[in-house]
């Protein structure tokens, strides 16, 4: 037993038995068992040990446990007064034995959670040591069955009651019914005459209910505005006359149409949403829409809709405004063209006032002893001069870092008209002077212009490098066709530093943009291309696919130690890092070496490419990981694509292009999940119109969804459907 209370440093341990294993004993394992938390403490006020019934309890394990001190760990911030009160008391007895018998605390357990805890605390000693014993028991099942005891006498007492005053009322109705009785059959007497002025009454309700009916039905069908019922699902459940001779076609064949059937497909999406607005129980009142006539043209219609929330119906009134939105677009076009001419006018001034006062140059004039006589420019904003500054200073004295200007103006006072190109501070300018000579032939001085060129210098800069880029992916891609014998295709790679005995690996890159339209970006793929060789990636140029990339391990790394993937990711982070509009997606190939490889490491990195469509936002994926895309390049390059969605999907895709609807969602939801209600819920539609959108699916395509064989040729259409709309949206 002496061996369960050695504190000793390093014995602390759990009911488990983990620390010095030759303290494990019977007497240990009769304390494990133990259904209370028994926990011992130091005379440092350490816990040394901590049974298994201590972390049911309080849930901290043993590890957890040892080596704290048990005030800190279980003690609520409000009993901590409490729990040291304890063991200060304790402290200062020194006795042997129980104090104060047993305390009920609350404790706090690993979870958070307060219990109460009923506390004992014992001192034992050993040969040459005294440690304190903690005996912790919880209190929370006790006081449960104390509530449920105490709530089951007083249901007893008030069931009791309760059938003590039963009985009396019984009594009493007792009594109340012989009276009632007698009561009812007077009451008989008058109802049967009350009953007959009812049925008279509600004869003449029915009447004028008829009546109303027969009004009302008159006022639909004559009503010259356009009056329809609508169920939930959006179809017509009846029109007018009005509302079928407008749009010419009978009232029977607008009946059981979806009105969406005739809605402009521009306005499908405003549409849908003031309907569910109506759904809502919303009021709609003032909506513009346009709808298809018979004949193919559209007409303006302005709604009033609301829905009755018993029936469900949403009852909608229209009047056709065509001839006002005719009238207020001529109106639009004429105020445009005012605006137009205005603001022409405006920037031909404004202009014109650019042209006269904000000329980038400097005029200057020197005598001809070269002092500045004139010096006047807007280009003397980015000299931080201001107009004039130099009149009066000699230009050898304010030039005499620039030998090039200087041996230009000397030229220009022999009397020879000169012009040079050259570096002044962080620009490149373009300097014209020319003498000027009297009528009797004397050099009096020389006037001269001085034009900041640096923009036009960086212009050409960026012309040859976009045709340095275009000349190298004319080669590359020469190259991946095959183009050539094999030593001259490595002989054109050797001209990049490309060295194909060495390992050898094809990125396949397109970036676009996060939010905006292809041709708002403000970025191009010059830009990409430019910052790519500023990184250090040189063996960059444009394909079909995006822009591929050639790379090597760097000097000194070996192939075990060249991570594809993790190159790609940090490519893709400075990409996004230095451009933060663009979206990036990158396909890695598996490393490989030899010119004969190269066309193979393409269309490795372009199966990785494509299985990044799958994936939101930016992404690498690696060759290795694209499984069945693998051979969709192959396939690609083998088979008419149009050709095959065109003829697999070409039903839907023009029946949406002509009347719009999500009838192609609505397929793809289809041959993703299991069952129409799983179709209804992620597209967020009512069953019914998934049905009929399954139906009218069916009636374009021709066959019914549940052919496997059908369903296989439309999943792979509508994925390379996916892959022909990336490949027109990307680089």
């Known amino acids: 037993m002496e061996k369960l209370f050695d504190c000793s440093p390093g014995q602390g341990r759990g009911a488990s038995g983990k620390g010095n294993s030759s303290c494990f004993n019977r007497d240990e394992i009769v304390v494990s068992s133990l259904r209370d938390a028994f926990i011992i403490i130091d005379n440092t006020g350490k816990i040394v040990f901590w049974n298994e019934a201590a972390t049911r309890i309080l849930i901290y394990t043993a590890e957890e446990a040892l080596g704290t001190e048990l005030c800190e760990l279980i003690a609520p911030k409000h009993h901590k007064d409490q729990y040291k009160q304890v063991f200060r008391v304790f402290q200062s007895t020194g006795e042997v034995g129980e104090i104060n018998h047993k305390i009920e605390l609350q404790a706090i357990r690993k979870d958070q959670v307060e219990i109460a805890v009923e506390l004992s605390v014992f001192s034992v000693k050993t040969v040459d040591k005294e440690c304190t014993v903690c005996i912790l028991r919880d209190l929370s099942g006790r006081e449960w069955d104390e509530q449920v005891l105490r709530r089951a006498n007083e249901q007893l007492e008030a069931g009791t009651a309760e059938l003590t005053e039963t009985m009396y009322a019984l009594n009493r109705k007792l009594v109340a019914v012989q009276e009632e009785v007698v009561a009812v059959k007077q009451k008989l007497i008058q109802t049967m005459r009350e009953k007959e002025q009812e049925i008279e009454v509600r004869r003449q309700a029915e009447h004028a209910r008829m009546r109303k009916t027969e009004e009302m039905e008159r006022f639909f069908l004559l009503n010259r505005d356009l009056l329809c019922f609508v169920d939930m699902q959006g179809s017509f459940i009846r029109v007018n006359k009005a509302f079928a001779l407008t749009l010419g076609y009978s009232t029977e064949e607008i009946t059981g149409q979806p009105f969406l059937y ?166 490149i300018i373009s300097m014209i002077c020319t003498p000027l000579i009297d009528l009797d032939g004397n050099i009096n001085g020389v006037v001269g212009i001085t034009i900041d060129i640096t923009k036009h210098c960086d212009l050409e800069r960026r012309v040859k490098f976009i045709q340095e880029n275009y000349r190298r992916s004319a080669d590359f891609n020469d190259i991946l066709t095959g183009r050539g014998s094999v030593e001259e295709q490595n002989r054109r790679l050797g001209n990049y530093g490309i060295d194909v005995i060495k390992p050898v690996t094809c990125y396949l890159l397109t970036v676009s943009p996060k939010s905006m339209a292809i041709e708002d970006v403000p970025f191009s793929k010059e830009d990409i291309m430019e910052w790519l060789v500023e990184e250090g990636y040189i063996w960059n140029w444009y394909t079909h696919h995006g822009i591929g990339m050639l790379m090597q391990p760097r000097i000194g790394v070996s192939r075990d ?86 003829r697999i999907l070409g039903g839907i895709i023009e029946y949406e292009k002509n009347k719009g609807g999500d009838l192609f969602a609505t397929l793809g939801a289809i041959l993703t999940y299991p069952n129409l209600k799983t179709v209804a819920i992620e597209l967020q539609v009512h069953h019914n119109t998934v049905l009929w959108r399954k139906n009218k699916i069916e009636t374009i395509l021709g066959y019914t969804l549940d052919d496997a064989n059908q369903r296989i040729n439309l999943a792979v259409a509508i994925k390379l459907q996916k892959i022909r709309k990336f490949m027109q949206g990307k680089f």
């Open 262 to 427: 005739f809605v402009h497909p521009d306005d499908i999406t405003s549409t849908k949403d003031a309907f569910t607005g109506v759904l809502r129980g919303q009021v709609i009142n003032g909506f513009c829409n346009r709808y298809r006539c018979k004949q193919g043209n559209y007409r303006w219609f302005e709604w009033t809709t609301l829905i009755d929330e018993i029936t469900g119906i949403v009852y909608g009134t229209a009047r056709d405004i065509t001839a006002r939105k005719k009238a207020e677009e001529v109106l639009q076009r004429k105020n445009k063209k005012v605006v137009v001419a205005r603001r022409k006018a405006e920037e031909g001034w404004h202009h014109l006032n650019n042209v006269l006062q904000n000329v980038d140059a400097v005029i200057w004039q020197l005598n001809k002893n070269g002092v500045f006589t004139l010096y006047e420019g807007q280009m003397l904003k980015k000299m931080a001069r201001k107009p004039g500054h130099s009149v009066g200073i000699s230009i050898f004295k304010l030039c005499k870092e620039y030998p090039d200007i200087i041996k230009t103006v000397k030229r220009s006072l022999q009397g020879k008209s000169s012009k040079i190109e050259t570096q002044y501070k962080n620009m």
């Open 561 to 646: 130690e060249y991570d594809e993937r993790c190159g790609a990711n940090a490519l893709k982070e400075n990409l996004e890092k230095h451009f933060p509009e663009i979206m990036v997606k990158i396909g890695v190939a598996t490393t490989g070496s030899g010119t004969l490889n190269l066309s193979q490491l393409y269309y490795k990195a372009y199966a990785a490419l494509l299985l990044t469509l799958d994936k939101e936002g930016s992404a690498v994926c690696c060759y290795s990981d694209s499984g069945i895309y693998q051979v969709l390049p192959f396939v690609m390059e083998n088979m008419d694509i149009d050709d095959f969605v065109n």
